[in-house]
């Protein structure tokens, strides 16, 4: 099994940023796609953006150039940048690793969440 555990939610002012941090844990053996998510009051939950093992990363229209997602393979952990923040970027954010085993069992596992929220 694999635990994710974000960090670095909050209340902020629009124009503000925040950084967010996912780190994996458990029986790990690959890591390969990590990606953010985010799901506003009443509505799905939508990716924001990802990033390969590789480093290539894509994003949502409605962050591009605002947001960066990273990682660090050797600590199994992604962050997201994220500035320029606006009202509708309110949100739980939460953190999605696809995981490898040994075996060669995939599998994608979720975090708790962080809650985001962005004041006008």
């Known amino acids: 099994q694999v635990q994710l555990v974000e960090s670095g939610g909050g209340l902020v002012q629009a124009g503000g940023s925040l950084r967010l941090s996912c780190a994996a844990s458990g029986s790990i053996f690959r890591i390969n796609v990590m990606g953010w998510y985010r799901q506003a009051p009443g509505k799905q939950r939508d990716l924001v953006g990802s990033?390969?093992?590789?480093?290539?990363?894509s994003y949502a229209d409605s962050v591009k150039g605002r947001f960066t997602i990273s990682r660090d393979n050797a600590k199994n952990t992604v962050y997201l940048q994220m500035n320029s923040l606006k009202p509708e970027d309110t949100g739980v954010y939460y953190c999605n690793a696809v995981h490898t085993s040994l075996e060669g069992y995939t599998k994608g596992y979720w975090g708790q969440g962080t809650q985001v929220t962005v004041s006008s």
């Open positions: 990033i390969t093992r590789a480093g290539s990363t």
